[in-house]
Structure formats: structure tokens, C-alpha cells
């Protein structure tokens, strides 16, 4: 942007040195002598020849007929070129200002993955672009005279001083670039929102059925009534879980609404229509036929966020057919409020506002009826509940995945760590009932429908909003009635942006994602992604067994079990170390490396064991003195004397093998990585051989599904890698976060 505004400057000034003289002589076609020009910001002495005779009147035509459109602009240069100079070099610093946050803005979302950040930025530009060229037509037509003749025609009368169809022309232009402004920050709102909910859904997902930590499904049925727990020592962990009410979504659309506002109810319905996705009874709707046949490989959060971006890139997207609509309404409204004094509008401002904000309201409800028809019905009794949802959180499926503790009928694996369970014990497995919709008890409004409803309730909402502001630079509030009017109407658009648009995003993605509307493509690049992140836990195993590796090639003293070699306070020093380097990672990061640890984590209590630490070690290849490699590593950071890994050192122990590692030390775990999948030795890696590994790891990638991610990374199709560009592939995967 700087290079085009420089090459304008130096353009426009070839181009003026050829017309601006020490006298300013400006030659018309007419044949005009030039204008005299007095000091700068005066208008110029006027020829005899043009002066006006008493009781002649000159035509705007007659006058465009003797001014070309830069006449006025190269006098005041004339009169005084600095003036000319500082502006063109603020343009110059505005328009590198803008380029940098742009840059900024899109450099943190390229490294988030955020594609539909991204794709927003792209359609709101486009407009503003778009804008630009309007503002140099409107310039064109109201400097060259159109416009003074236009006002002609249409005024029937010569104005007077400005001309006031060129004044208005400007202003709309104006208006119009900052109602682009306003959805541009409602963009970014609904972008947010949209993110806090996906935060949300990767929570829902995540939780266990069993075990006493906070967010485990026993532990939130418990705090909200349904389950109490009882003491009894026979009991696997001492405790039974005993039902103390029924758990419905709700008789009626009353209960219904009511009920949504419940943190479980929301959770439970999520999780029933999750797991209706990823294990459904009906074989026509199971995901082998939508190209998904391990549900271990995939996460629905991810896919309802790939999802959620389509929904919000169609919601800022303004068609033609929303303009038109709001210009059929708001012509007569404009005649309306012509009418009325300053009072009168700010009234007719704060009930537009509260009355969109009711509309909205009432689409939030359409989408939560039709969110409960195509939910699946789960059982009245809350550990059947339990027991329904047991093994099928992201954290247990990542660790069947990683571990290959599971066939594909996940569902009936139990949990560690259960309580009793009453008489539901011996109970046949239970299931889903089948959804409203499935038992033809609903009706739905159209996709296309809805979607053009909330894109025009948002179009509109930055309508009132841009008339806000408007209304305030052309006459602020003069009383305190006006000013009570005017902020209750800004009151009701962060309600409208922080409340209601998330309920319709979330609303409107699940919608759209299962069922009949299940987007196939996404299925299948979100599983592949999902088997990616599993490449990113096996190198941190590696890592982490390169770090004990080389201290014992080195013989450094918490290798060793010697009396003193290795102090608590050694310990609390390399610990404090780790946890500095997790404090500087991303919030993403953090996240991706706490449910490694709740995958880790079999017993859901929070803490690892050496026991524990050995077997994964083992499982993923590591089975030579795993162990004792487990002891070490959990010695390292044993600041407490206790041999255990707790939430916070497993990050500091991940932290010390991973970001605390030096250069040559990341290129010798990558060696090592490369030496187990290179079967003959040969320094080349085929897809073959990375689909053999898969196999022997329980990551369960085919050659295809590495043919795809090499293709993604090299931008090339190959069927084998050498030594360096495994390592270049490698880190490329280990850069990348879950979304």
C-alpha cells in the first residue's frame, strides 16, 4: 500500500510541475486568462471576464463548462505546496499504520489456523475496497460539475453556496463506510463468541463420566441433585451412587427453556447428540458410510468448529437481497422520522433497538426447539447416564487411540475408578432413544431461511448502531431524557453481540453438522487432523525419553537412586524451570498439553504413577527398561519427595523435553524417530512404511492418509521422504496446535 500511494505521489507530481507555475497559470479551454490566487485557504481574485453582472445569475453548467476537476486543488497547492507535502506523507504513515495491523491481525490468525478469520477479513476488505472506488466517483462527479448540474435538474433552482446533492452524495458515502466499520467489529465480536463456544463444546467433550474431579459427569449429576454419593466400604472406592431425581429435557417448551438455562442440561444434551454421531444404533447413520470408520480418530468439537465458520462467515457476508429488503423498509421510515424532532427519534431509536433485540430473541427460541427435536433421548436415571457416556470422552478415546486399549465398540468400555452403582449394576448396557425428528414428530424450518434471518437481523442491528453514532455527531443529547433514550439504545447491542448471537451460532452449527446435513468432507479432514495430533503426542514420548536417555549417557546425578545425588530442592529448581516454560505458550497449547495428560491419566484422580508413566512408555515402543525410565523421569521434578505426576509437574516435565530442548538435542530425537520407522535402514521413509509403524503405534493411518498430510506440507505429491525432510515435516506437525 505504501509503494501504490508513493508511486501516486510521484506521479501527481510529474504531473503538477507540468501545470503549477511561480504564478499558478492555469490555462482553460476556453481561453480564459489564468486565475491570480491570494494566500492559501482564500479563494482565488476572479478574471473581469468571469465576474457576474448585476442580476445574472451563472448556471452550474455554465460554470463546469470553465473548470476542470483539479482546478482548485492546484491552486491551493500553488498557494502553498507544503501543505500538500505534509498530507500526502500522512496519507503515506495512515496507510502503513493500516497495512501493519492488517498484517498483524492476519499473521496471528494464519498461525491459529483461523481460515475463517481469515475469509471475513477478505469479504469486509472487498467492501471497503469497494468504498474506495465509489469515494473517487463521487469526487469525479461533484468536482467536474455533474453534480452541480444534477442539482439543477432535480432542485429546479440554482443553489446557493454549497451545492447540497454533492454535500449529501458525501455523506451517505461516509455513512455507508462506517456502517462497514461497525460490521467489521461485529465481525470480530461474533468471531470471539464463536471461539468461547467452541472453548465450551471441547469442555463438554472432554469430561469423563467417572471419578471425583470437578468437571467429571458424576461429580456435576452430583452438584446438581440427580446422584448423591453414599459411603459404603464393600463399594469399589469406598462410595455408591444412589439417584435422587429424574433427569429430563423437559415436558414442554416451558420446561424446555426453563431447563436450558442448567450447565448439565446443556452438557447431557450435547453429549447425546455427539454421541448419536460418533456411535449411532441405525447402521444407515453410522460414520463408516460418511467415511469415518473409527470413531476413536475423531473429534466432534473439532468438526462443529470447522462447522461454526461456515455459519459465521454467512451470517457477515451483507447479499443484495438484504439491502434491498432493508431499503423497502426503511425508505418510508426515513419520510417518518423527517417529521419528527430530535426527541421523537432517539425514542423511535431505543424501540427499533429493544424491538430488534425481540425478534432476535424469538429466533434463539425457534433454534432451541429445533436443537431438542434433533436430540436423542438418554435415560431417566442418572448413573444409566453414566454408564451410557462411559469411555466415550475425547480423553479416553485419545487414549484408546494412543494405547489401543479399544475395538471399534468403544461404547462398552468402562471406566477406572467407578463407584458402586445400585441396581443398575447388572442392567443391560444402556442407549438412545431415537430423536423427535426420527419419530416424525417435528417439522423444521429451512436452512436457507433462517440463515438469511439472522444475516439481516445482524445487517440491521449495525444499521442502528451506525444511526446512533450519526445521530450524535449531527445533534448530541440536550437534556437528560434524550441522554436516558440514546444509551439504553447502545445498551442493547453488547446484549445483542455477548447473549444472543452465541446461542443462534451454536444453535445454527448443530443444526447444520449431523443428521442429514452432516458435511462429509469435513468428516474426513478433521479425522485426518485428529490422527495428526496423535503424531504430535508420540514425539513428545520420545522426547521425553531422549531426556532421560542422554542423562544417563551422562551419568547426571537424578539418574541414579544414590542417597543425596538428587535433592528436593534440586528437583523444586529444574520444576520451577519447566513451569516458566509453559507460562510462555499459547492458551491452545496449554490446553493440547493437559488432555495429553488427561489421556495419561487412567484412574481420572489427577495423578500418574510410575506404574502408569512405564506402561505408555511401553505400549508405544518404549519397552526396554521402561520403568526405570519412568522413575528417573518422575525423580527429576520430584520437588515434593513424592514419585507422582501431578497435572502441574507432567507440564513442566513436558516443558523440560520439549521447549527447553536445544537444537542438536531435537535433532537427535528426531533421529531416533526417523530409525523406528525406517525399517530397512535404507535413510528413505516410504508411505509404506509410515502406514506399517501406524499400524504397530495403534495410530491407524493408512499410505493414503500419509500421502495426504506429506502433499499438505511439501505441496507436492510424494510417496517417500528422506531423513531431512521427515525432520522438516515433523516439526511442521509439532508447530501445530488443536483448534
Not at 444499521?463 to 443529547?477: C, E, G, Q, R
Not at 509403524?693 to 511439501?714: C, E, G, P, Q
Request: net charge negative.
Amino acid at each position: 500500500m505504501q509503494r501504490l500511494v508513493a508511486l501516486a505521489f510521484a506521479s501527481n507530481s510529474a504531473t503538477l510541475s507540468a501545470f503549477v507555475r511561480p504564478h499558478a497559470r492555469v490555462i482553460h479551454s476556453t481561453g480564459v486568462e489564468p486565475l491570480q490566487t491570494n494566500s492559501y485557504m482564500k479563494q482565488p481574485s476572479v478574471p473581469k471576464s468571469l465576474r457576474l453582472k448585476p442580476g445574472h445569475v451563472t448556471t452550474p453548467s455554465s460554470l463546469c463548462q470553465r473548470r476542470a476537476v483539479f482546478t482548485n486543488f492546484v491552486e491551493e497547492v500553488a498557494a502553498n505546496p507544503n501543505i500538500f507535502v505534509g498530507e500526502v506523507a500522512v496519507v503515506v504513515l495512515l496507510s502503513g499504520l493500516f497495512e501493519a495491523i492488517e498484517k498483524w491481525i492476519r499473521k496471528g490468525m494464519n498461525s491459529k489456523g483461523d481460515e475463517t478469520g481469515q475469509k471475513i477479513l477478505d469479504s469486509l476488505f472487498r467492501e471497503i475496497t469497494g468504498l474506495g472506488f465509489i469515494g473517487l466517483f463521487v469526487y469525479l462527479v461533484t468536482r467536474s460539475g455533474v453534480a452541480d448540474t444534477l442539482a439543477l435538474d432535480i432542485l429546479g433552482e440554482v443553489p446557493k453556496g454549497e451545492n447540497p446533492l454533492a454535500e449529501s452524495f458525501e455523506t451517505v458515502h461516509i455513512m455507508i463506510f462506517l456502517l462497514l466499520v461497525v460490521l467489521l467489529f461485529q465481525a470480530a465480536a461474533v468471531l470471539t463468541a464463536a471461539r468461547n463456544v467452541t472453548e465450551r463444546w471441547d469442555e463438554y467433550e472432554r469430561s469423563r463420566s467417572f471419578g471425583t474431579a470437578a468437571d467429571s459427569l458424576e461429580s456435576q449429576l452430583v452438584d446438581s441433585g440427580y446422584l448423591e454419593r453414599v459411603a459404603k466400604a464393600e463399594q469399589p472406592r469406598g462410595q455408591e451412587l444412589s439417584t435422587k431425581k429424574r433427569f429430563t429435557y423437559g415436558d414442554t417448551w416451558w420446561d424446555r427453556l426453563t431447563l436450558r438455562r442448567s450447565p448439565i442440561n446443556k452438557l447431557l444434551m450435547w453429549r447425546a447428540i455427539r454421541h448419536d454421531f460418533l456411535f449411532p444404533a441405525d447402521a444407515d447413520k453410522n460414520l463408516k458410510v460418511k467415511g469415518l470408520s473409527n470413531p476413536m480418530f475423531f473429534s466432534f468439537e473439532r468438526y462443529l468448529f470447522r462447522q461454526m465458520g461456515k455459519t459465521v462467515l454467512s451470517v457477515v457476508k451483507v447479499g443484495l437481497s438484504t439491502w434491498v429488503l432493508t431499503l423497502l423498509i426503511l425508505v418510508p421510515l426515513l419520510y417518518y422520522c423527517i417529521t419528527l424532532d430530535l426527541a421523537a427519534v432517539e425514542v423511535l431509536q431505543f424501540a427499533a433497538a429493544w424491538a430488534l433485540l425481540g425478534m432476535t430473541a424469538l429466533l434463539t427460541f425457534v433454534l432451541e426447539e429445533e436443537t431438542y427435536k434433533l436430540t436423542p433421548g438418554i435415560p431417566e436415571d442418572a448413573r444409566q447416564i453414566l454408564r451410557l457416556f462411559a469411555g466415550t470422552s475425547s480423553s479416553m478415546t485419545r487414549r484408546a487411540a494412543t494405547f489401543g486399549e479399544a475395538d471399534e465398540s468403544l461404547p462398552s468400555i468402562g471406566e477406572l475408578a467407578v463407584p458402586g452403582l445400585g441396581d443398575v449394576a447388572e442392567m443391560e448396557h444402556p442407549t438412545l432413544s431415537p430423536c423427535p425428528a426420527e419419530r416424525g414428530e417435528a417439522n423444521f424450518l429451512s436452512t436457507r431461511f433462517l440463515t438469511s434471518a439472522f444475516r439481516t437481523l445482524a445487517f440491521w442491528q449495525a444499521l442502528i448502531v451506525t444511526s446512533l453514532a450519526v445521530s450524535y455527531l449531527s445533534k448530541p443529547p440536550e437534556n437528560g431524557l434524550e441522554l436516558g433514550f440514546y444509551i439504553g439504545s447502545w445498551l442493547e447491542w453488547p446484549i445483542f453481540l455477548f447473549w444472543v448471537v452465541p446461542l443462534i451460532i451454536r444453535r445454527m452449527t448443530l443444526r447444520n453438522s449431523v443428521g442429514q446435513k452432516a458435511d462429509l468432507a469435513g468428516i474426513r479432514q478433521v479425522s485426518l487432523q485428529t490422527k495428526e495430533g496423535l503424531l504430535r503426542d508420540y514425539m513428545m514420548i520420545v522426547q521425553m525419553v531422549g531426556l532421560e536417555s542422554r542423562a544417563t549417557r551422562h551419568h547426571e546425578p537424578w539418574t541414579t537412586e544414590s542417597l543425596g545425588a538428587w535433592t528436593q530442592s534440586d528437583a523444586d529448581g529444574v520444576f520451577q524451570k519447566g513451569l516458566g516454560y509453559f507460562r510462555e505458550l499459547p492458551a491452545a497449547q496449554k490446553l493440547d498439553i493437559w488432555k495429553i495428560f488427561a489421556s495419561w491419566d487412567a484412574n481420572n484422580d489427577e495423578k500418574i504413577d510410575v506404574d502408569e508413566v512405564a506402561e505408555v512408555m511401553a505400549k508405544l515402543g518404549f519397552s526396554s527398561c521402561s520403568h526405570s525410565r519412568a522413575k528417573n523421569l518422575l525423580r527429576l521434578i520430584a520437588f515434593d519427595g513424592c514419585e507422582e505426576l501431578t497435572w502441574r509437574k507432567f507440564k513442566a516435565l513436558a516443558m523440560l523435553a520439549t521447549e527447553g530442548a536445544k537444537e542438536q538435542v531435537v535433532e537427535e530425537d528426531m533421529d531416533t524417530f526417523f530409525g523406528l520407522i525406517d525399517a530397512d535402514g535404507n535413510e528413505d521413509i516410504t508411505v509404506f512404511e509410515l502406514a506399517e509403524w501406524s499400524k504397530r503405534s495403534k495410530i491407524d493411518m493408512n499410505a493414503d492418509d500419509f500421502v495426504t498430510l506429506l502433499y499438505k506440507h511439501f505441496d507436492q505429491a510424494k510417496s517417500s521422504v528422506t531423513r531431512s525432510e521427515f525432520k522438516s515435516w515433523v516439526l511442521a506437525v509439532m508447530s501445530k496446535v488443536a483448534a
